[in-house]
Nanobody
């Protein structure tokens, strides 16, 4: 079994910054990629950023240049640095880990609210 624990969400004013963390524990073998997704009520969950075991990254167009994903392989932790936050970034952010076997797990989510 794999557990993902997200932290770092909260309320921030437009233009502000937050850093999300997601720590994986349990039966961690052969991680292929870790990523962040977000979801607002009534909409599908969407990819925000993803990083592979080799360090390759990809971002949603809406966050390119503002968000940065990184990972600490030794700690099985992935981070999302979010700068220049906008009200439209408000969502529940979920961490996802994918293994080489294509098995994957989701975290429970952390709420990010961007509002003045």
């Amino acid at each position: 079994q794999v557990q993902l624990v997200e932290s770092g969400g909260g309320l921030v004013q437009p233009g502000g910054s937050l850093r999300l963390s997601c720590a994986a524990s349990g039966s961690i073998f052969s991680i292929n990629a870790m990523g962040w997704y977000r979801q607002v009520p009534g909409k599908e969950r969407e990819l925000v950023a993803r990083i592979t075991s080799g360090g390759s990254t990809n971002y949603a167009d809406s966050v390119q240049g503002r968000f940065t994903i990184s990972r600490d392989n030794a700690k099985n932790t992935v981070y999302l640095q979010m700068n220049s936050l906008k009200p439209e970034d408000t969502a529940v952010y979920y961490c996802k880990i994918t293994f080489s076997s294509l098995r994957y797990y989701w975290g429970k989510g952390t709420l990010v609210t961007v509002s003045s």
